[in-house]
């Protein structure tokens, strides 16, 4: 396992690598990639058809404020997008960071590409903290931003919360993920987080 790993407890087996974060940053060539362009395509379709819009509806609000001109048409579709995608991934760590933070772990936030990520580093992690942390982001940003795409008129808000809304659940694949594999463990499990070469790495202590 490495000098880096601690030993198991008392009571617990030898850890396994939980390797999903590493193969997020691998080629889309690989099975875990189509995987995750799949899930990917899935939430994509589920989040727009939730939210109260269509593809004219934006059209007509982008032309609203460009007037004639295709460049700031252009500007402001591609430019908003990433202002909106970078807020909403920064709030998103945030939650995770909170969240656990609240449990009494100590977090970093990394951001990078394609993977940015709250790091809680060399710290035995409860598995029940990291199941009610993997899915904070999803259920509290989602949850809002779909409702205020519904409750709020103003037209450009509503184009603002629903691209919130689509961005957070889309990129909420890998807590996804990890939830679904966190939770077939037993009870009592714990875990291992640190990193190696800006990936993180996580290691799973089961009790015997």
Do not use: C
Not at 177 to 192: D, E, H, K
Request: net charge negative; charged share 10%; glycine share 8%.
């Amino acid at each position: 396992m490495g000098h880096s790993i601690p030993n198991p407890p008392s009571g617990y087996q030898e850890p396994n690598e939980y390797k999903e974060a590493v193969t997020l940053k691998k080629t889309f060539l690989t099975v875990t990639g189509v995987t995750n362009i799949t899930l990917a395509a899935i939430l994509f379709i589920g989040a727009i058809s939730l939210i109260p819009l269509d593809s004219d509806s934006v059209v007509e609000i982008v032309l609203s404020i460009a007037g004639d001109s295709r460049l700031f048409a252009g500007i402001l579709v591609f430019g908003g997008f990433g202002v909106i995608a970078l807020a909403t991934v920064t709030l998103h760590e945030h939650i995770h960071r909170v969240v656990m933070e609240y449990f009494g772990y100590s977090v970093k936030i990394h951001y990078g590409f394609p993977l940015s990520y709250a790091l809680i580093e060399k710290q035995m992690v409860q598995r029940n903290h990291n199941l009610v942390n993997l899915v904070s982001p999803l259920i509290i940003i989602s949850s809002l931003s779909l409702a205020a795409s519904h409750l709020i008129s103003n037209p450009v808000l509503t184009v603002i919360f629903s691209g919130i809304f689509i961005i957070n659940t889309v990129s909420s694949i890998g807590d996804l993920q990890g939830f679904v594999f966190l939770i077939q463990r037993p009870a009592g499990t714990i875990i291992w987080h640190t990193h190696k070469n800006d990936v993180p790495r996580s290691f799973v202590y089961e009790p015997e």
